[in-house]
């Protein structure tokens, strides 16, 4: 199975939820092969942050398929360097790793309105690909509406959105985490399951603390075929 985790924008947590996830069947399903891949990768970062945490049976091509040196948007970093954005790369890339692990997790890049191509976004690649999806929002000001309008988007694309889950970028109480991003308020405005709130992490980078924050997710939702297998 495959999960693409998508967001908002840029920084807000998607990195911390794939690498979560990853972290969850790896210590509690051992015996289950779980796969990571960044779709592209515009400057350093995830897939390296990939092979420092995890032991993965993976070249670095399958991690990121299609990889520019410019931390920009995708069309802009590979004009930059004058090549071409081969989605047939990437896609290959996946099928590969799906014929050889029982789980796959995508890390998206951005927001689902990301330009991949210059005619193609995100959700574009989600819908076409029929990737299911999981929407990350970050705690703050603003998330209702990101997440009505990025909800909008999933839908008028046709995307299988599994849930949103939410994630502080920052230290959070309660209560604000109540206030800024009201759950019933949410789930009434798009009819997408809120499946848990990620904590803050100071050191994001403890595999145990990624397992147990995972674990406290309503995976059955986000991964239904797959739980039920574990």
Request: charged fraction near 20%; hydrophobic fraction near 45%; proline fraction near 7%.
């Amino acid at each position: 199975m495959v999960i693409l985790i998508a967001g908002t924008d840029t920084e807000v947590g998607k990195t911390v939820l794939t690498t979560a996830l990853t972290a969850y069947g790896q210590k509690y399903q051992p015996q289950r092969a779980v796969g990571m891949m960044k779709l592209m990768q515009a400057g350093v970062g995830d897939r390296e942050l990939y092979t420092s945490l995890f032991s993965l049976d993976q070249s670095p091509q399958e991690i990121a398929p299609l990889y520019f040196d410019a931390p920009l948007a995708p069309p802009v970093a590979a004009a930059k360097e004058g090549r071409d954005i081969d989605l047939g790369v990437v896609w290959q890339a996946l099928q590969s790793l799906q014929a050889r692990k029982d789980w796959v997790i995508v890390e998206a890049l951005g927001g689902l309105g990301t330009p991949v191509t210059q005619e193609l976004t995100v959700a574009d690649l989600a819908a076409s690909w029929r990737l299911p999806t999981v929407l990350v929002v970050p705690v703050k000001l603003g998330a209702i509406a990101q997440s009505v309008a990025n909800v909008a988007l999933a839908k008028l694309s046709r995307i299988d959105l599994r849930g949103i889950v939410l994630n502080c970028t920052q230290p959070r109480s309660e209560t604000e985490i109540a206030e800024l991003t009201p759950t019933d308020l949410i789930q009434s405005l798009t009819s997408i399951p809120i499946l848990g709130c990620l904590p803050y992490l100071e050191e994001p980078k403890d595999l145990d603390k990624l397992a147990q924050i995972a674990s406290d997710l309503e995976l059955e939702r986000l991964m239904p075929v797959v739980m039920g297998n574990w």
